[in-house]
């Protein structure tokens, strides 16, 4: 019932008409495409052959990284049916369709089956209700060996690093001290943007 509730709660929270107005705006505003582009090259970088992004929204990254990996596989998870929507209209207009889908899913039951080399999220992971648990939970299921890269804005610490995630960013003190049992944990901090990542141990 606690999963369904969250679902329900991200469903509303993402719903049709903001979910147009914020294709909308992060795909024209330079400061956030810069963001995206830092983190497709990030993501890139590793030369995956295949990629989960969860709550990947309108797709904008994912497209960035299909074409800049002509091989690569990329499945979007994201919890609104509008966002899915817009991801796949977009990647048809770009012509990387065949390579990259989104579908309806949630950090806690994304609805697929598979493994990928490359499990990321990206100012998106503030919204998820168990956290780190879904993170150790993803790895489990979609990952032989690999890296999940969590990246979000920097905010300053609340004094309570559990209450990172509703607050639309990370604090340096949550991202040092958060651990996933199993894996080797990096942290990179540069230019406002928090890159937090596990890569499980071989």
Request: glycine fraction near 6%; aromatic fraction near 8%.
């Amino acid at each position: 019932m606690e999963n369904k509730t969250n679902e329900q709660k991200e469903k509303a929270e993402f719903g049709p008409v903001f979910s147009m107005l914020y294709s909308f705006f992060s795909s024209r505003s330079r400061s956030q495409r810069r963001v995206y582009s830092t983190i497709a090259e990030d993501v890139a970088s590793f030369n995956p052959a295949t990629i989960l992004e969860m709550g990947s929204g309108p797709g904008i990254e994912a497209a960035m990284i299909a074409q800049r990996i002509p091989h690569v596989k990329i499945t979007c998870i994201d919890p609104s049916p509008t966002m899915v929507k817009i991801a796949n209209d977009r990647f048809t207009k770009l012509s990387v369709r065949d390579r990259a889908v989104s579908k309806v899913g949630y950090s806690s039951n994304t609805g697929i089956e598979g493994k990928f080399d490359i499990i990321f999220c990206s100012q998106s992971f503030h919204h998820w209700e168990n956290g780190i648990r879904d993170v150790a939970n993803l790895m489990e299921k979609h990952m032989a060996q690999g890296t999940f890269i969590i990246y979000e804005t920097l905010v300053a610490d609340s004094g309570n690093d559990n209450k990172s995630r509703h607050r639309h960013g990370m604090s340096r003190e949550f991202a040092e001290s958060t651990e996933v049992q199993g894996t080797e944990k990096t942290v990179k901090i540069q230019d406002g943007l928090v890159t937090l990542r596990f890569t499980k141990k071989k």
